[in-house]
């Protein structure tokens, strides 16, 4: 975790080094069938409880200890002190929503989830093949089990000899390929020699 006081530094004021102080020991464990937070209603229950009620009010008094200090020292204390009643109020509220997830039904896709790469990748093509009709053909013609010399293999090899030969770097829809090396659009008509 970084704690570098960024406006401090640019404004040339002393940088603070306790940004992260609380928030070191903060970690989440991830199941997406589970609520990683309380409920309203639970949590209310449990910030009614008596515990964490004192806890909560020991808190306020120590804030109101930080501001009235005398000197820095001091201050310090108070505010390690403060950060172990926040560690206690949290593994509080940690069992609570422990208990809670424990209490949820698992429910479990019944497929299992495709990784987002392959649903990125084959959205990616099924939006760009029409825009060359070779790749259209092989689409077609590639989960076929026939052979190469068959009527249907023969054109597939010929799209991947044309598709191997073409410019990898440019591939035009057939309304905009270049006309005579320039753009086939009316009002712009600039050269295009890639």
């Given at each position: 975790?970084?704690?570098v006081?960024?406006?401090a ?8 080094n306790?940004?992260?102080a609380d928030?070191r020991?903060?970690?989440m ?10 409920p ?5 229950e449990?910030e ?20 009235t200090a005398?000197?820095?020292m001091s ?7 403060r ?17 809670y ?7 479990y ?17 099924e939006?760009?093949?029409h825009m ?5 053909r092989l689409?077609?013609?590639l989960?076929?089990?026939?052979p190469?010399r ?19 770097q ?5 309304c905009?390929?270049p006309?005579?090396?320039c753009c086939?659009v009316?009002?712009c008509?600039?050269e295009?020699?890639?």
């Open positions: 975790m970084s704690t006081d960024g406006a530094i640019f404004l040339g004021m002393t940088p603070r306790d940004l992260t928030f020991s903060a970690t464990r991830r199941n997406a069938q589970l609520p990683q937070t309380l309203a209603n639970i949590k209310a449990l009614t409880r008596d515990d964490y009620a004192r806890l909560t009010k020991e808190l306020e008094f120590l804030e109101i200890r930080i501001r005398r000197d820095e201050a310090q204390q108070i505010r390690e002190e950060s172990q009643l926040y560690c206690k109020r949290r593994m509080l509220e940690q069992a609570a929503l422990k208990r997830q424990d209490s949820q039904v698992g429910t896709l019944s497929r299992p989830a495709v990784h987002e790469h392959n649903d990125w990748r084959k959205d990616h093509f939006r760009i093949r060359r009709p070779e790749i259209e689409t077609r013609t989960g076929l089990r026939v190469l068959s009527p249907e293999g023969i054109p597939s090899l010929r799209d991947l000899i044309a598709i191997r030969k073409s410019d990898c440019v591939a035009y829809q057939t905009l390929q006309l005579n090396g086939p009316v009002t008509r600039k295009i020699k890639e």
